[in-house]
């Protein structure tokens, strides 16, 4: 799944985000609600006993409906509560700065668009059940909404090659990120949870898996539009919070002074 944010050169999306009313109520049609139900009851399925015990606790205090898209003001009052978060209403694709900003107050953007029936399985576009089932669960964690923000904030101060090493971090945890728990490996990354596909592929013998190390992950080359063929493993979620604690920036210029690896996919012309 494609994560925002997009620049300005980039093709526009064929959604349209949904607007709220005076009262701040976004009403969708019956259809959008049928969507949401099948996606959400097809994938607690899935991560049961795959995703972390932090993103199962952050879906029992969402308590999200089943038979309807949640309104956000729902989930704000459950994540400010636990850890000061709130989601902030986007159109479909938002700009960089716009992104960072709202991570770095944070804010999760959530586009208020849910998938037509002809992109159920995959959109690389992030569209609400993404956003909210996907991540706001774990952003009722505290080390991982304190990595989130940390993340808007050394995104906000970067150079556009900065930013491109930063995405790289945020791709392979909080989109594509695996955890070492005391139950086995588990899922907290966004990305995986709201995927069903990739989430029983996380497990496979197929990819690659290699301890987390913050230079490492930044120096990886990834695809939006394929399963990861690498994934790195947290040996804890308190790693999220001591990367709070360090200069990233430096390991940002030793990764640039070092370049990328190798990719282990193919170009995506060639794919």
Known sequence: MNKKPQSGGKKASKYVAREPSADGFIAYPELEHQTWQRLI??????????????YIHGLELLDLPRDRIPQLDDIS????????????????????????????????P???????????????????????????AMLTNPAFANFTQKYGQ?????????????????WFTVEFGLVQTPAGLRIYGGGILSSPKETLYAFSDE?????????????????????????????????????????????????????????????????
């Open 77 to 108: 009052a459950v994540l400010h509560r636990e850890t000061g978060w709130q989601v902030a209403r986007v159109p479909a694709l938002i700009g960089f700065e716009t992104f960072f900003s709202l991570l770095a107050e944070r804010k999760f």
């Open 207 to 271: 990819p690659e898996r290699f301890p987390f190390d913050a230079l490492t992950a930044l120096r990886t080359p990834y695809r939006i539009d394929i399963v990861q063929p690498i994934y790195y493993v947290l040996d804890s979620l308190q790693q999220l919070q001591e990367l709070t604690e360090i200069d990233l920036m430096s390991r940002v210029q030793q990764a640039m002074e070092l370049g990328l690896f190798e990719p282990r996919f193919p170009p995506k012309d060639a794919a």
């Open 154 to 170: 050394l995104g906000l101060k970067a150079t556009p090659k900065e930013r491109a090493y930063l995405a790289r971090l945020y």
């Open 41 to 54: 009851e097809r994938q607690l399925e899935v991560v049961s006993g795959r995703a972390c015990d932090e």
């Open 110 to 136: 959530v586009a208020t668009f849910i998938r037509s029936p002809e992109e159920f399985d995959y959109l690389q576009e992030p569209d609400i059940f993404h956003e909210i089932f996907g991540h706001c």
